[in-house]
């Protein structure tokens, strides 16, 4: 979405629906996910967009389990996504979580108090995509009802309907 958001053509794929061709698009942001799946034309294809990224402005993001020479690919492939930049992404603890919540709402103006970010992480989904959601929802009914976002408030809307 960042990609596209900026004005640049992007291409997610899952590395099992890739076959022997792969966008060519320029400019645009080529994301394969679960590279360490990808079949053996897939991953000729895939060499070969390192090599003409470059040249067409193509930028390359691929997620895997493993680091490259950890993945069951062609050799000269591992080698070539050896040569870029590679990150671990490890999952996000609770603190982390609550770190990130609290900095949203702070984006916003608001305050979450210490007792509403402990009672979603420990009784609501955990995913962040799920504590936007709610974040979104206690900012509107804190507007609406013009109440600071508060663990009474949130229990009144888990009461309504919402769910965390």
Known sequence: DAARAAGRPAHLLAAATVEDHLPETPGALLAIDDADQLGAAAQIALFNAFNRARANGQSLLLCGPAAPLGLALREDLRTRIGQSLIYEVKPLDDDARAEILTTLAARRGLR???????????????????????????????????????????RDMIQQGLEI
């Not at 992480?121 to 013009?146: F, N, Q």
């Open 112 to 154: 979450l108090a210490d007792e509403v970010v402990d009672f979603l992480l420990r009784h609501g989904r955990r995913e962040l995509s799920s504590l936007r959601e709610v974040l979104d929802a206690l900012d509107r009914a804190s507007l609406e009802h013009k109440r600071p976002i508060t663990l009474p408030l949130l």
